[in-house]
């Protein structure tokens, strides 16, 4: 009934890893942000991909985010979720909005999330 656990002859426990300093860190997510810009600038149809600026297009993935964070779709226990693209975009242009960005048209932005999902869904 219960488990039997064996420690694996001649491996040596392995050691914790070093913490990332602050830099190396904002380093990593610097190349991070330049590879999913890069990859939602590819997804974007033509009359799009050079509209937004890449701190237009980090504003909108730091307000996807939000949106996840704070709508409760991550906190559901399903291993699918639908997610109504237009509700985001309607956010991220609200959000967009309010922090004074834009303005950004809707329709535009649902390709935006379109992609980052799509970029998040490989990254995974």
Avoid: W
Wanted: net charge negative.
């Amino acid at each position: 009934m219960g488990q039997n656990k064996k420690k694996k002859e001649g491996h040596e426990p392995s050691q914790p890893e070093k913490p990332m300093s602050f830099d190396q860190e904002l380093l990593m997510d610097e190349e991070e942000n330049q590879r999913e810009i890069a990859f939602i600038r590819k997804q974007l149809p033509n009359d799009l991909k050079e509209k937004y600026t890449d701190d237009e297009l980090l504003f909108i993935i730091d307000a996807i985010g939000t949106y996840f964070y704070t709508s409760g779709v991550l906190e559901t226990n399903d291993e699918e979720v639908d997610i109504d693209l237009e509700v985001v975009s309607n956010y991220v242009c609200n959000e967009a909005k309010e922090e004074g960005e834009g303005p950004f048209d809707p329709q535009e932005v649902f390709f935006v999330v379109q992609a980052d999902l799509d970029f998040q869904e490989e990254s995974v």
